[in-house]
DNA sequence: CCGCAAAACGAACGTTCGTGCTATATTGCG
DNA sequence: CGCAATATAGCACGAACGTTCGTTTTGCGG
């Protein structure tokens, strides 16, 4: 879990200095934005200029090539990531708890719209999937975190005795990874906000299945997760 | 299931002349091999040119837009799924013999490398969720229609008295969906095989669970699905 | 207040993109 | 065999891409 800290010898240069790195967090900012919704390609650098109302030249200087910002950017949508799902999640004590606090903040990650085209790496995955270089195998290496995170979470659950101590904590991970997953494509592509309650639904049910009778308090009572999952009736988004 | 045709005047027109049509199957057949691996956009026209030893204008010809080419190339992609997805599995008799034949082959259509680059879907949508226009909602319509034939896969199973009544159809072809996605995922970004057989294994497992006494016997044995679906041990791809 | 390094700029580079226009092969039919 | 339709090629365009270069602005330390 530690961030390899890259080019330190700039970053600490910096670090006297502030202005420079104010500006780069800013460009930062605004390029995982365009990012997560337009893909780490269609990123371009005048575009994230125009948008900073700066030059193409004078962003250029602060990451030395296309790849060096698409790996900034891949970094600070984990620095996201990690603020907004681990680690509310982890407030859970580990176990049972924590393990659905995961899923369940993931889902709501995604319909919170914390990235503007849903999951960072989700969309960074698929783009880069097919093309060797840094940047898929910094997106692979991250998405290898977050299913570690899920898998030792299902183990920890089976240490506490809440979760049947039979099950490949691996296989559990891969499977409410991919509901996840699934929910986020499908609210993606159709806007179908019941993508969130079907995943929910599901993951719950695997959850409650190979529960103990001591896990099972620590899952959210039947009727629903927390509060009022239902949408107030209204129309669909898109 | 029946293709829009669109602009169908040309299409009349080339029929009688064969010619055209021919060298236009060619490029089709390049255009989705290419696209399945560098994504829609990444298919540039004079990439497209070169790999077939022809003029970026010629090639151009044949479809007066980059966005009719990449329709066209869609369209092509669909032919090719139905192909060696949907129709194999129809051969089995409609009921959970069915359901079961369309995740399992669609598994194999992403491990036999259909398309170079997975599942030419999953990528096409993840590219174009993001921007709407004509290609967004065509691949979009598609991922619905597979969709619902998996819903209605399971419905017929119910019909059959295979499966559990009580399941929501749409909610179970979510979760089939989601699993397989969740397999074509994996293998694309980590290269990691085992995922197959993990899908497979939660696909079944949740069929099991949901089998009616006359629907079990549709399903493979429990030791494994067909035939030696463990690797050889030898090492893993990429 | 000066000096100097960091930071931002503006203009241009060479490519490649999609897309026109015009001319030349190639073909099927009368 | 010749003509018209079709198919492909050649060339050029404007825009946008990532990148480089030399210059100007900025702001802190002495």
Same mark, same amino acid.
């Given at each position: 879990?530690?961030?390899?800290?890259?080019?330190?010898?700039? #970053? %600490?240069?910096?670090?006297? @200095?502030?202005?420079?790195? $104010?500006? +780069?967090? =800013?460009?930062?900012?605004?390029?995982?934005?365009?990012?997560?919704?337009?893909?780490?390609?269609?990123?371009?650098?005048?575009?994230?200029?125009?948008?900073?109302?700066?030059?193409?030249?004078?962003?250029?200087?602060?990451?030395?090539?296309?790849?060096?910002?698409?790996?900034?950017?891949?970094?600070?949508?984990?620095?996201?990531?990690?603020?907004?799902?681990?680690?509310?999640?982890?407030?859970?004590?580990?176990?049972?708890?924590?393990?659905?606090?995961?899923?369940?903040?993931?889902?709501?990650?995604?319909?919170?719209?914390?990235?503007?085209?849903?999951?960072?790496?989700?969309?960074? #995955? %698929?783009?880069?999937?097919? @093309?060797?270089?840094?940047? $898929?195998? +910094?997106? =692979?290496?991250?998405?290898?975190?977050?299913?570690?995170?899920?898998?030792?979470?299902?183990?920890?659950?089976?240490?506490?005795?809440?979760?049947?101590?039979?099950?490949?904590?691996?296989?559990?991970?891969?499977?409410?990874?991919?509901?996840?997953?699934?929910?986020?494509?499908?609210?993606?592509?159709?806007?179908?906000?019941?993508?969130?309650?079907?995943?929910?639904?599901?993951?719950?049910?695997?959850?409650?299945?190979?529960?103990?009778?001591?896990?099972?308090?620590?899952?959210?009572?039947?009727?629903?997760?927390?509060?009022?999952?239902?949408?107030?009736?209204?129309?669909?988004?898109?």
């Amino acid at each position: 879990m530690t961030v390899p800290a890259k080019s330190t010898e700039r #970053a %600490a240069a910096r670090a006297r @200095r502030a202005h420079g790195e $104010r500006t +780069r967090q =800013a460009i930062l900012e605004a390029a995982v934005d365009i990012a997560s919704a337009e893909g780490l390609e269609g990123l371009t650098i005048g575009r994230l200029a125009a948008e900073l109302s700066m030059s193409k030249s004078g962003l250029f200087a602060h990451f030395g090539s296309k790849e060096e910002l698409q790996l900034a950017t891949v970094e600070a949508a984990r620095d996201i990531f990690v603020r907004e799902v681990v680690r509310p999640a982890f407030d859970a004590p580990k176990g049972l708890a924590r393990l659905w606090g995961l899923c369940d903040v993931w889902l709501e990650y995604v319909r919170r719209e914390v990235f503007r085209g849903g999951c960072f790496f989700a969309a960074a #995955a %698929a783009e880069f999937d097919g @093309r060797p270089g840094a940047v $898929r195998d +910094r997106v =692979a290496a991250i998405m290898k975190e977050w299913l570690a995170v899920l898998g030792r979470s299902v183990a920890e659950a089976q240490g506490e005795g809440q979760l049947d101590p039979s099950a490949d904590p691996a296989q559990l991970a891969f499977e409410l990874n991919a509901l996840e997953m699934g929910a986020n494509w499908a609210y993606q592509l159709h806007g179908d906000r019941q993508a969130f309650a079907r995943a929910r639904a599901a993951v719950l049910e695997r959850l409650r299945r190979l529960a103990t009778a001591e896990g099972l308090p620590h899952l959210p009572s039947q009727g629903q997760g927390k509060g009022a999952r239902r949408a107030p009736r209204g129309k669909r988004k898109r």
